[in-house]
């Protein structure tokens, strides 16, 4: 039986993957659970999975669910996230923490030896360089969660980095593919939430609408497959089924199709490098009526074409493009700016910002911090001008 430990066992993908513990019993244990502050759903999941250890990032949610004498130990804070990240006899760490939040616990778990399923993009593409050599100095398997990095891990099946010729990273295009940039301007937080293919959380759907949450998985895709970034290529799939391919330099092109639903990738990274029965239902090919891909448009899409100026610029920028977009989502969602004004927001930051090497974890959340200064201070100012 596989020990396992859920960082973010409250959010989209650690309800999913306890739904895929349910669906296997004898497979796993889970053992250590954290979450943020939801500790009404913490509650119940601690009924239904027996976990040792729970850890609640915010304190008083986590003085809240103390006071209901619940059998087990209950942490607190960066430092309880870290302590389920390094539990001692966990097999696996399903890093699934929104955001920058994930960085430190899933850097503690790979030092700590234990082998990653990666769902926390953010950490990889703010200390890419220093987890993936962590991870080969630990012998840790990073095992990706992502959808799309599922799909080219499970292309690859072991192939040789040389034999690549292009990754094809693939995007629905979200809920405004069809919309004019001059009508981006008007959209409210609640039709970019609506996404048309998947139930994610807020900030992935948001990230998706901008297409920033491709231009994340270009730069997760750098990390994880160690391809140059000329080789890595996007297109937009407005039907979600071929979840990513690979292109081989004899022409041949594997691709990973299946219905969409992260009860694939989940299983997948779970049970790998076996498959579990029954996972999805059969994708039904004769309902499927059309399978189309087109170029995405750097000019609707400025997020996109900023990632690969922060992955080109290399050192501190993907973090400060990362934590730039963190916040100014969240002004979106909050209605402080436009949709259109999340990538001037992000641009103006990494434009302010002096990239510098990063040789340590400390370095990256520096910079982290510094554009999340920076880019709260550039929504004040649009805010006066606004008013
Ligand atoms: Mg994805």
Known sequence: MKKICILGSTGSIGRTTLEVVRQFPGKFKVIGIAAKNNINLLESQINTFNPEVVAVYDESAAGELKKKNLPVEILTGEKGLIEVATLGHADMVVSAIVGSAGLMPTFAAVSAGKNIALASKESIVMAGSIIMSEASKKGVSIIPVDSEHSAIFQCLAGRKKDEIRRIILTASGGPFLNKSISELETVTPEAALKHPNWQMGKKITIDSATLMNKGLEVIEAYWLFGVPVEKIKVLLHPQSIVHSMVEFIDGSIMAQMSVPDMKGPISYALSYPDRFEDVLPPLDFSRVKELTFEEPDF?????????????????????????????????????????????????????????????????????????????????ESVKRIQT
């Open 299 to 379: 000019v609707k899409y400025r997020c996109l074409s900023l990632t690969y100026d922060a992955l080109k610029a290399g050192g501190t920028m993907p973090s400060v493009l990362n934590a730039a977009n963190e916040i100014a989502v969240d002004a979106f969602l909050n209605r402080r700016i436009l949709f259109t004004e999340i990538p001037d927001i992000v641009s103006n930051t990494m434009a302010q910002h002096e990239v510098s090497e990063c040789n340590t974890i400390e370095s990256i959340i520096d910079a982290s911090n510094w554009a999340r200064g920076e880019a709260e201070h550039l929504i």
